[in-house]
């Protein structure tokens, strides 16, 4: 069964550096998201990706953070200096379309470590 | 805003119970709602997807249903396993306030099935 797959599994980095995380969405899927989970609190929306645009995104997707689909296959989000706070679990997540009934498949996520 | 909040927290149960998970919404104003399970450390696995206009979704030993002007949702375990101890996740998909991309998630049911 096709399933989205997410890289690294765990990323350790220094405060104030970049990260990139990646995510490999369902291959005919044509809507992304990223998603985040502090440890011991809600899963959070990021935002959502549709024809290599930003559809929607929440107050925490700040100008530190950017997504991108620099090929047919992968889906990105970068942090451009990362913060103590952004420590957490980042999950993506990729759907068929953007109708609001449909499900969105969610992958098995990357934990980022700022130290 | 939409808030979805789920109790209890964590649950501890024998092998065999029948169980009941609650998951309640602020704002009936929704798409759908989706039940999902997350292992310790680990992505979500969606278990059951309801659209607003459904009352109820059945796979295996899992039953969801749905009361949506009331802002509920129940997710019911037959035959507890210890196979099934993890956390169990409801999010909303909400119409009001958002552009119907973002899921909006509880804070989860911490679920212990022992032998």
């Known amino acids: 069964e096709p399933e989205v797959t997410q890289t690294p599994s765990h990323q350790v980095t220094q405060m104030g550096q970049e990260v990139i995380l990646r995510c490999v969405p369902i291959?005919?899927?044509?809507?992304f998201y990223w998603y985040r989970q502090i440890l011991g609190q809600k899963v959070e929306f990021l935002v959502s990706?549709?024809?290599?645009?930003?559809?929607?995104k929440s107050e925490i997707f700040d100008d530190q953070f950017s997504v991108e689909r620099p090929d047919g296959s992968n889906f990105t989000l970068k942090i451009r200096s990362t913060k103590l706070e952004d420590s957490a679990m980042y999950f993506c997540?990729?759907?068929?379309?953007?109708?609001?009934?449909?499900?969105?498949?969610f992958g098995p996520g990357t934990r980022l470590t700022v130290l | 805003k939409q808030e979805v909040t789920q109790i209890p927290a964590a649950l501890s149960v024998p092998e065999g119970e029948n169980l009941v998970l609650n998951c309640s919404f602020t704002?009936?104003?929704?798409?759908?709602l989706q039940w999902f399970r997350q292992d310790p450390g680990k992505g979500l696995t969606s278990l059951l997807l309801?659209?607003?206009?459904?009352r109820e979704q059945t796979s295996g030993r899992l039953n969801a249903s749905l009361d949506k002007s009331s802002g509920r949702s129940t997710l019911y375990i037959a035959a507890s396993q210890p196979g099934d101890s993890a956390t169990y996740l409801c999010a909303v998909r909400p119409k009001r306030n958002t552009g119907f991309q973002k899921l909006v998630f509880g804070t989860g049911t911490r679920l212990l099935v022992s032998p």
């Open positions: 291959s005919n899927h044509l809507y």
């Open positions: 704002d009936s104003a929704i798409y759908n």
């Open positions: 997540a990729s759907a068929t379309t953007g109708q609001p009934n449909n499900e969105q498949f």
């Open positions: 990706f549709y024809n290599n645009e930003i559809s929607e």
């Open positions: 309801i659209q607003s206009s459904q």
